[in-house]
């Protein structure tokens, strides 16, 4: 019986899950999706990366409901931003393949099931509902995935409750919960899975703080960590900064070694680097070939490393920009980030790489200078990855006040309607998703949602599409 209450975090956890799993919304039809989604369909059923037909298809599909954004972002010919790349004569890709990497084991065993009949009369070409129910599946799974390991990182510091209060309450009240069951088939639940299993894979033992370790792993903990690494920054290439995170604590290692004469283990440390980076260069080529073939050269389109910036002007406009800030959208974000401190006294070098970990994320989006706002998202979403340090942070937190339970679930639950009321908004009316919250009327449009909630309960919980645009 006691283990089985000990492991009662994680069931209630993965209860949400499936209990929320019917309000998704399996559908395939933003601009970033289609991308993503075109090299998984296009490389198994085709064996090319030739874009045309699978851009196509979602363009005709935008069309029929008015909405043209597909076909505007891709397929539109326009003299200063052409479509096709002179060089190659192919459509660009911005997005990049971890996501299609990642979701293949789903979507691969589907066309098997689709050949076999189990789905009944339904066509094996890639894009029948099947396949669009598999990836989003996978996107969802994905999710839960990084809430477990996030979950079992706090475990680490914090009680059963405190961890999973903080992982329930972030995971609600945060931009995370609208790519799990709304916009689905973005690369946001494979990467939040891959820099949770990263920063676990890095962090090693419970028993022993990372600065003990010294950046000393096995051979199979470093082969882990550069392919997951490469994965991770193979789904969203500024995933990437995250390994900022071992090469750091590797310098301070190198410099504590040196220091006390130990060349027989710096010179095993470095070896493992090299290990490391040469399994990680490994992992990226699949990217690298895409690219090769898409634009003629082993690097991305410039429509992309064209908007990046050196200073971060949008810094702090990415926290508390009073439409569109991270902070300010999702506030219990701000109050998991206050928990670290409580990291730093149990675990000083952890707590600052995680810092250093988040700080790069946050730098790299205000150095965008004309897309750092992502107008259209719901939420502050180039912030979901770094969901596992807020987490942490929560329970932290929860732990250290000592608050009554009933009054920390109260706190929560605010947030998490609060959030709630966002969502439906955001699902209904896409002016939040564009220029962002609307000050003077918002507290007047919270307390709406009810009342609209009530009026279109029919709807939403059988006919969504008609709450829905582009359903």
Known sequence: MKRLLSQAGPVVIVALWLALLPISLFRLYATDEVQYFAYLRSVYFDGDVDFANEYGYFADLGMQKDDPAVYNALLKDRSSDPPLNPKTGLYRNVAPVGSAILWSPWYVVTDGLVGLGVFGDVPRDGFSQPYIIAVCLASACYTLFGLLLSYRLARRWVGMWAATIATLSIWL???????????????????????????????????????????????????SLAIVGGLMTLTREQLGLFLLLPAVEGLIA???????????????????????????????????????????????????????????????????????????????????LAGLMWLWRKDRLFAGLLGLGLFAQIYLNGAFGSTWHLQGSFGFRRL??????????????????????????????????????????????????????RWSTMLADQLKVPQLVWQKADQLLFNRCEVVKNC
């Open 173 to 223: 009240a945060s931009p995370l919960i609208w790519y799990t069951y709304i916009q689905v088939p973005w690369s946001h639940g494979a990467g939040f899975a891959m820099v949770a299993l990263f920063i676990t894979i890095w962090l090693g033992p419970a028993d022993q703080p990372l600065h003990a370790q010294q950046s000393q792993r096995s051979w199979l903990r470093w082969l």
């Open 254 to 336: 190198y410099a504590s070694l040196m220091r006390q004469g130990q060349w027989p283990q710096v010179r095993q440390l470095l070896a493992k680097h090299v290990f490391f980076v040469v399994i990680f260069a490994l992992t990226l080529i699949p990217q690298l070939i895409s690219y090769n073939i898409l634009y003629g050269q082993p690097k991305p389109s410039g429509t992309v490393s064209g908007k990046l910036n050196i200073i971060s002007y949008k810094f702090f406009h990415t926290l508390f920009d009073p439409r569109r800030g991270a902070f300010i959208w999702h506030p219990l974000l701000l109050v998991g």
């Open 384 to 437: 979901i990855e770094c969901t596992p340090i807020f987490i942490l942070g929560l329970a932290l937190l929860i732990e250290r006040i000592r608050w009554p339970k009933a009054a920390i679930a109260t706190l929560a639950l605010l947030f998490i309607v609060w959030n709630g009321g966002l969502i439906f908004q955001a699902a209904t009316d896409r002016e939040i998703r564009g220029p962002g919250l």
